[in-house]
């Protein structure tokens, strides 16, 4: 079991930078593939970002590749999303998920959520 929490959200302007943090508790993170996925109204979730556990590798989605980056502290079980020169159509509910299978993550754990709005 693993317990996630989001934190960071807000309101900012189009090119404003933004980070998001997800504490994990419960297990070390380290032994998930950790996602990022945004929410936006009237749309389907949909996967920004994963950090894969084993090779630490990073995926993204095309729309935020060169403006978000993944990256996490061991120390404080902590993943993070910075969301650098945001636009208004990343606004979003973006929740962090976690997954300990193997082959394609099936997202077995999530947080609540948190709102970013950005305004043009």
């Known amino acids: 079991q693993v317990q996630l929490v989001e934190s960071g959200g807000g309101l900012v302007q189009a090119g404003d930078p933004l980070r998001l943090s997800c504490a994990a508790s419960?297990?070390?993170?380290?032994?998930?593939?950790m996602g990022w996925f945004g929410q936006a109204p009237g749309k389907e979730r949909e996967l920004v970002g994963a950090?894969?556990?084993?090779?630490?590798?990073?995926d993204y989605a095309d729309s935020v590749k060169g403006r978000f980056t993944i990256f996490r502290i061991s120390a404080k079980n902590t993943v993070y999303l910075q969301m650098n020169s945001l636009k208004p159509e990343d606004t979003a509910v973006y929740y962090c998920?976690?997954?300990?299978?193997?082959?394609?993550?099936?997202?077995?754990?999530w947080g609540q959520g948190t709102q970013v709005t950005v305004s043009s």
């Open positions: 998920a976690a997954d300990d299978g193997v082959g394609a993550p099936t997202w077995g754990y």
């Open positions: 419960g297990r070390p993170f380290s032994t998930f593939t």
């Open positions: 950090f894969r556990r084993g090779n630490f590798v990073t």
